[in-house]
């Protein structure tokens, strides 16, 4: 039993190994856990710790791979050089800013452009033209575009 508990720990460890490489090179996957709780248990087997069968051994085990994922998950925050969360954009919340006409918008096709921002979005008009140049608002959204009106 010892043999394979030392040919497994060393596959546990190769994999983790395997992982976080995979985790350097692409960041954000969050593998960087399981690898280190896999590097951890191989070592446990490396050591003769019997994490398969034996009682105590699982529970070392156990208590190790929580410890290991715990204190991955801490330092994995500690390094994430953002604390705020996210911002997302919809196209729902776009309703009532305010831009400018960069391809002039009609109220029938998409080919007009209009500048939010530091984003240009697809635009048609609520009704008749409007030249590029002009201020226009959001009045509100349709599939993968909006409509606006010329602010007077």
Do not use: C, N
Not at 38 to 57: A, C, N
Not at 88 to 106: A, F, H, I, K
């Amino acid at each position: 039993m010892l043999a394979e508990g030392i040919a497994l720990g060393w596959v546990l460890i190769v994999l983790g190994a395997v992982l976080l490489l995979v985790e350097v090179y692409q960041p954000g996957f969050f593998i960087a856990v399981p690898a280190t709780v896999l590097i951890i248990l191989g070592v446990l087997l490396l050591l003769g710790v019997d994490i398969l069968s034996s009682p105590t051994g699982l529970i070392v085990g156990v208590l190790a791979a929580i410890g290991a994922a715990s204190v991955t998950v801490w330092l994995y925050g500690r390094l994430t050089p953002e604390k705020k969360p996210p911002t997302t954009l919809s196209r729902d919340s776009l309703v009532g800013l305010e831009g400018t006409v960069v391809t002039p918008v009609d109220a029938v096709t998409l080919a007009g452009k209009v500048r939010l921002g530091s984003m240009e979005w697809s635009a048609r008009s609520e009704s008749g033209s409007i030249p590029a140049g002009r201020r226009v608002v959001v009045v509100h959204s349709e599939g993968v575009h909006i409509v606006v009106k010329e602010v007077v």
